[in-house]
């Protein structure tokens, strides 16, 4: 079956609102929520494509968008690749040109509306920062939570919580004043053994590609309050993400770094190839800084993870 190249948009509005249209009936996943958009015609580049049917479709043009995922999903129907794009300026008041109903939306609000199969890895990326903080692993109990609220004061909004030569109980401890100091202003993933989960409800969690193969071979369900993650190193264990269904992975490494100068790195085009039939938001990491966010999106990232390159000095 021919999969159905289809470019679509996240457009972001006041406040980081979400622009999402109604289904008609009639059409294939009828009277279900999507993200605006359409078919990719021959010979048309996708970015043409997306300014052309948000044109057609919403009356507006297009004047900033950049690559946020893309997805490949298979329905009994049809097969569809989704070239998700996410769109910050356009000019004009975006109106259902088609008759189909609007609808502004919270990014944090998109789960709560009903959209076709396709789209749950667009919603995750839509809620998503294009930084993913990971704390360095060379910090007194005292110095990371101080970093931690430094980092949310620069406007980080998403924070791995790694700390393997703290102890453990220094570690829980603080994982409980961080995850006081993220509330409502970030999401906190910890890591660390999984039988802690239940010990910090509200906290997202992160698996090391270890924890992610024990749990592949039937360890049992494993579901955090907040978001889920992984770390992947190569296509085997981002197969292995993908089926467990998590909410995004880091992959690394994708250049060399200072505490890994040893390790086998990726590179950008290697980084890339694993990406392109990935299904969930990811971020590159290893060797990373904010200077390399625009890079990473183009290989198909969600953006970067990084400690050196985002942990406050």
């Known amino acids: 079956m021919k999969r159905v190249h289809v470019a679509a948009a996240v457009i972001r509005g006041a406040e980081g609102r979400v622009l999402i249209a109604r289904r008609p009936e009639t059409a294939h996943q009828g009277g279900l929520w999507e993200f605006p958009g359409g078919k990719v015609e021959h010979a048309e580049t996708v970015r043409d494509a997306l300014v052309r049917e948000l044109r057609e479709e919403l009356a507006i043009e297009v004047a900033t968008a950049r690559r946020l995922i893309q997805i490949r999903h298979d329905y009994p129907d049809k097969h569809v690749l989704l070239d998700v794009w996410e769109v910050t300026r356009f000019d004009g008041q975006p109106q259902g040109a088609e008759g189909q109903p609007l609808a502004w939306v919270a990014a944090d609000a998109l789960p709560q509306y009903a959209f076709p199969a396709a789209n749950q890895a667009i919603i995750t990326a839509a809620r998503l920062p294009d930084r993913y903080l990971v704390t360095p692993d060379d910090c007194a109990a005292g110095a990371l939570v101080a970093g931690i609220s430094r980092a949310l004061e620069q406007g980080i909004t998403l924070i791995q919580l790694r700390a393997p030569a703290l102890p453990a109980d220094e570690y829980r401890g603080v994982a409980r004043e961080a995850l006081a100091l993220c509330h409502g202003r970030a999401k906190l993933l910890l890591k660390g053994p999984l039988h802690w989960l239940g010990d910090f409800p509200g906290a997202g969690w992160h698996l090391t590609s270890g924890q992610l193969k024990s749990l592949a071979d039937g360890a ?49 085009e290697k980084a890339a190839q694993l990406l392109e039939t990935f299904n969930r938001p990811a971020y590159l990491q290893g060797g990373l800084g904010q200077g390399d966010i625009a890079r990473a999106r183009e290989a198909g990232a969600q953006g970067i993870a990084a400690i050196r390159g985002l942990w406050p000095s």
């Open 220 to 268: 049992g369900r494993f579901r955090p309050d907040g978001w889920l993650a992984a770390s992947c190193h190569d296509a085997e264990e981002l197969a292995l993400a993908q089926d467990l269904a998590v909410d995004f992975v880091t992959l690394s490494p994708t250049l060399r770094t200072l505490s890994h100068p040893e390790a086998e790195v990726l590179g950008w």
